[in-house]
């Protein structure tokens, strides 16, 4: 349960810094005049689409945290461990990385007021996260076929209840990602596309920081030592 302290920790500590931002210990009604004038303009409010998204990432982190933690507890760390074609497995995480990435493209072209730029990064990110789901469908089928559904240990239970989870949460966001891509495609410019694209790209470096969490508790990664030492009993 190591991870889950952790990721709550981590929480706590973005949270309290946000907290510090909004000016919650000022009185204003203890002041006189320029102390009830609105927050300098250096200071903006987060939108509230942007802290409804990071209060549900955040949801979602602790629900795959404990996950983990339950995985380190049922599944000892030198029990089976999932092994699909590792090229497959690191050819679809390099997928996941680059619609991330995309989508920073996108999102930086959008800023500059470049819309056939921010398009151009939508579509491929579109591609690369289908290409990620893919490569799990094929990854899901290789473990299938191997027996590993009926394998008498916890270990393939979980392999399919984390990664289905995490496909879930992906397929969610690229119905965002559509809605967003076709809205570009049919014109709206990039200060609208803007702050849509800001948060898909919230969304899936939120997902792939996950994803790469569970690449190490899957499977056979060089982090993998360390993901089992985190997940184990506190």
């Known amino acids: 349960m190591s991870l889950v302290l952790l990721y709550l920790a981590v929480l706590g500590g973005l949270a309290a810094r946000w907290l510090s931002r909004q000016r919650l210990g000022e009185k204003p009604w203890l002041e006189a005049g320029p102390g009830l004038a609105p927050p300098p303009p250096d200071r903006p409010a987060a939108p509230a689409a942007q802290v409804g998204l990071a209060l549900f990432l955040a949801a979602v982190g602790l629900l795959f945290a404990l996950l983990a933690g339950a995985h380190g507890m049922r599944v000892p760390a030198g029990a089976w ?22 989508l920073h493209v996108a999102a930086g072209a959008a800023r500059r007021g470049d819309g056939a730029g921010a398009r151009a990064g939508l579509l491929v990110a579109g591609a690369a996260t289908l290409g990620f789901l893919a490569g799990q469908g094929l990854a899901w089928r290789q473990l299938w076929g191997s027996g590993a559904a009926t394998a008498p240990d916890a270990a393939g239970a979980f392999f399919y209840l984390i990664t289905a989870l995490h496909a879930l949460h992906l397929g969610g966001g690229l119905v965002a990602l559509g809605s967003v891509t076709a809205a570009g495609l049919r014109g709206l ?8 694209i ?30 089992d030492a985190l997940c184990g009993p506190a």
């Open 81 to 102: 461990r999932v092994l699909p074609d590792p090229r497959l497995v690191w050819l679809a995480t390099g997928l996941l990385v680059l619609a991330s990435a995309a």
């Open 198 to 227: 800001a948060l898909c790209a919230l969304y899936w470096d939120a997902l792939m920081a996950i994803w790469l969490v569970l690449f190490g508790l899957l499977f056979r990664t060089p982090w993998s030592g360390w993901i």
């Open 189 to 196: 410019g990039p200060d609208g596309l803007h702050p849509r």
